[in-house]
């Protein structure tokens, strides 16, 4: 497996969906102004109010953004909606990248989907959105759509990301004014599953689900790399005989607990563990909504802690 | 960071020729194996003429040719002559503050050795005398050792093993003809679990059964009042968490995922948990040993000699899978 180093997007404020986007968008592609990213590149994005498309001449690193030209949106951080931008993973040593579309589809939605082949055909049509291949995969084959806060997409936004992962939230000031995604490659998949590639498709849903309608995951199918299944599981651990379960148990000694790394397992025809999710967690139901564990080493979210937390790693020293 | 070092299927006629090899592997002095170099503490020959029990010469614990072990050429754990009544302490060599813990193994037969924990690392030297029962700590777990079986006849036997842990396999190779334990460290424990030890009970049972049968093999102190005055609690009812999918749908018992996709296994973490009432607790993760699938069969290995697996009940339970060296063949060829 390739190295990969986890670069974190600490809670960042933005008063609307668009330059919450924008900017993690500078994240992905480390054109930030001070805060380092994995790298990943631009493909192409489309500017509606241009009617626009366009292939960057820096696709990633410093000056990205800006070397789009004329009057663009992303390039003069004023995206409206329906603006789209197609990117590409930054994984070493000749291994299969992904691409990820995100659309600024509503003033408080953000739909994405991946091309685990990436196989995007730039050039076409000045249209949102665009054409996508054939294997594209988000909620089975549509886009996923992932609602921000406020009447403009008010919130904060956190990732978490490497070269070929990204995991992210929104939230608001409310308990449950919080949503989460992921989509990207899984750690310690089968040698001969070349593009180990998944993506989340509900992320109202903000916890480690456990139970049997739990289908949230997808990807195409490594038997025959051309199905797209969607009836991916969450994988955790729990004791048999014992009926408990280690993360949702009020009577556990809790200063702190072990971490677990959830993993994703589909069901049916094409079934198959995938494997464990990088740089995210499961943490204890104890931890309730929101809280840092350790020193600051980690944070966790949820939005309902009758079941597991999400945990992200974290940078030591942002407030949470 | 850990190294885990192999000693893989190695073939011995008797149980007591293994023992000449175990310690000396696990302070690195066997001939033709690198062990994890942990630390003699203290041993004893019941046979020996003049000085049955001996603490290794200072800054030399590392090796079973050190002068105190030496002196005489009479001292069995030298001399690789181990006998029964003859015990020897190791300590583990975790470093970066860790607490280390000592391990007293007993030699109580022609085939049996039993395996108790000292999770405090506080054995106390020369406590007891001479005998084949020394004083150990009020912190050992178990309090009652565990006896881990080998065989008379010729036998394979394994070791996985790191600075914080160890997990041993003896195999007659028919099967049910086989023991295994762990002991030592699980990971991910919290920083302030301050003795994350662990040791399995049965070593006659060589699977995992947890998911049907709640036996409680697994031991450990505990770590809510382990630095309180007093504090000595003993539990002895960990259970092991298995990964699975929902409800009870676990990865390696469940028959409809054991179909195996493109044609590869895969080893999966298992947890340890200890429902203790006040005790109540999710150690961490076993290390260098894993689940596999139930239906996978008794022994065999996978992810290119990556991991090995045993299990003297498949199809009923799930496998113990151990890292493995990614080359020697289990069953071995020859």
Same mark, same amino acid.
């Given at each position: ?92 040593? +000749? ?57 403009? #997409? ?75 299944? +969607? ?41 198959? $563990?995938? #494997? ?34 999400? $945990? ?9 | 960071? &850990? ?46 003429? &003049? ?15 050190? &002068?105190?072990?030496? !002196? ?67 912190? &050992? ?7 881990? !079986? ?15 842990? %160890? ?34 009970? !049965? ?78 607790? %999710? ?17 065999? !290995? ?19 899978? %151990? ?12």
């Amino acid at each position: 497996m390739p190295l990969t180093a986890v670069k974190i997007y600490p809670k960042q404020y933005h008063a609307t969906l668009g330059k919450g986007l924008r900017d993690l968008v500078a994240f992905l592609i480390n054109d930030h102004a001070s805060i380092t990213g994995p790298g990943w590149s631009i493909v192409e994005a489309f500017d509606s109010a241009a009617v626009s498309r366009q292939i960057p001449s820096t696709p990633s690193g410093s000056g990205a953004l800006n070397s789009f030209t004329g009057t663009f949106s992303w390039k003069d951080d004023t995206l409206t909606t329906d603006d789209w931008i197609v990117l590409e993973t930054n994984i070493a040593g +000749g291994n299969p990248e992904f691409q990820f579309y995100m659309e600024y589809a509503t003033a408080t939605t953000l739909q994405y989907i991946m091309f685990p082949f990436e196989d995007f055909s730039t050039g076409g049509g000045a249209v949102s959105p665009p054409t996508f291949p054939s294997r594209a995969v988000g909620s089975t084959t549509s886009v996923v759509t992932h609602t921000a806060f406020g009447t403009a #997409g008010e919130g904060w936004y956190t990732a978490v990301a490497d070269e070929q992962m990204l995991s992210f939230c929104i939230t608001m000031g409310g308990k449950t004014s919080i949503s989460w995604g992921y989509v990207g490659s899984i750690d310690e998949a089968f040698s001969n599953d070349t593009r180990p590639f998944v993506i989340y498709d509900n992320p109202s849903v903000v916890i480690i689900y456990n139970g049997s309608g739990g289908t949230y995951w997808n990807r195409v199918s490594p038997i025959d790399n051309d199905t797209i299944i +969607g009836t991916g599981y969450w994988m955790m651990p729990k004791p048999g005989a014992a009926a408990t379960d280690l993360f949702i148990d009020s009577t556990f000694w809790l200063p702190r607990q072990p971490l677990a790394s959830p993993g994703i397992v589909f069901t049916g025809t094409h079934n198959h $563990v995938v #494997g464990f999710l990088r740089n995210v967690y499961m943490g204890h139901n104890g931890n309730a909504y929101r809280n840092i564990l350790g020193s600051k080493d980690y944070i966790c979210f949820s939005d309902d802690p009758t079941d597991a937390c999400i $945990v992200f790693p974290w940078d030591g020293s942002t407030e949470w | 960071m &850990t190294t885990t070092r192999f000693y893989a299927a190695q073939n011995k006629t008797s149980f007591l020729s293994f023992c000449a090899d175990f310690a000396r592997f696990l302070i690195n002095d066997l001939a033709s194996f690198t062990g994890p170099g942990w630390k003699i503490v203290e041993a004893y020959d019941n046979d020996c003429p &003049t000085t049955k029990r001996r603490v290794p010469t200072p800054l030399d614990e590392k090796n079973m040719d050190n &002068t105190s072990f030496s !002196t005489g050429s009479d001292f069995g754990w030298q001399q690789n002559s181990i006998g029964t009544s003859d015990w020897i302490v190791l300590e583990s060599v975790i470093g970066g503050g860790a607490t280390e813990f000592q391990v007293i193994f007993k030699i109580t037969g022609t085939t049996t050795m039993t395996i108790q924990l000292m999770p405090k690392g506080d054995f106390p030297i020369g406590g007891g005398g001479d005998t084949p029962n020394p004083t150990l700590p009020s912190t &050992t777990v178990p309090a009652s050792a565990p006896t881990i !079986t080998g065989y008379t006849s010729a036998a394979r036997y394994s070791i996985v093993a790191d600075e914080g842990m %160890f997990a041993f396999l003896f195999d007659a190779l028919t099967l049910t003809g086989c023991n295994w334990t762990y002991v030592g460290q699980v990971d991910g424990a919290p920083s302030d679990d301050s003795y994350p030890y662990v040791i399995w009970d !049965t070593p006659a049972q060589v699977t995992f059964n947890d998911l049907v049968a709640a036996s409680g093999n697994w031991h450990r102190l505990s770590p809510v009042n382990a630095d309180l005055p007093g504090g000595d609690s003993l539990l002895s009812n960990g259970l092991e968490a298995h990964y699975y999918q929902y409800a009870t749908n676990y990865i390696h018992w469940s028959t409809d995922l054991g179909v195996l996709v493109l044609a590869q296994e895969r080893p999966l973490p298992i947890g340890v948990f200890f429902p203790d009432a006040g005790h109540r607790h %999710f150690a961490g993760w076993l290390r260098n040993v894993y689940s596999a699938h139930r239906n996978m069969g008794a022994l065999g !290995t996978f992810g290119n000699k990556d991991y090995m697996f045993r299990n003297d009940d498949a199809d009923s339970y799930i496998a113990i899978c %151990f890292a493995w060296d990614g080359s020697t063949a289990y069953p071995p060829t020859s």
